[in-house]
């Protein structure tokens, strides 16, 4: 945890945590939810922000319902909107791509992943803290969501306030 700031009469805190995911498939969903309230509560702020971030071109960070309809209808919306298969995406095309190219790049073609997350453009979100709580809705849960293929990934959690 960094230090305490003092400006005038507030004492600023802030932590910042680094959390280590394996996903398992694409469209998954993972609710990390948990994982931000905990960071809240080792921060010890009582009113602030938690930002939750991606630092990945292919997944992304948004906030809707925990219900296992929402998570199927949603992989579902993205197959249709952007398939994976039976379409051309000029990323996947190694005769004409020249950027970004990994040892295992032909492997796995994500062209699809790319085209979902540009969509999306959400790699993070921003939760008011409110009395030491994530000032979140009834329903609302926070997710992490694989557009691409099962991988290891971070997800940034950052706490700010007082």
Known sequence: MAPK????????????ENHDL?????????????????VVARAGV????????????TC????NERESGFADDFAELLDQIIPA??????HDDLDIRTEGIEDDTADFPNGHSHCRAGLMAS??????VVDGNLLL??????????????????????????
């Open 60 to 63: 992304a960070v948004l906030i």
């Open 46 to 57: 009582a009113t602030g922000m938690a930002l939750v971030y991606s630092p990945h071109t």
């Open 85 to 90: 298969e039976d379409r051309y995406y000029r």
């Open 123 to 128: 790699f993070s979100q921003t939760v008011p």
């Open 137 to 162: 809705g009834k329903w609302q849960r926070i997710f992490f969501c694989e557009l691409d293929r099962a991988r290891p990934r971070k997800l940034f959690i950052q706490v700010i306030g007082e």
């Open 22 to 38: 394996q996903t398992e498939k694409t469209s998954q969903l993972v609710d990390v939810t948990d994982d931000v309230r905990a």
């Open 5 to 16: 700031v003092v400006r005038g009469r507030f004492v600023v805190k802030h932590r910042f």
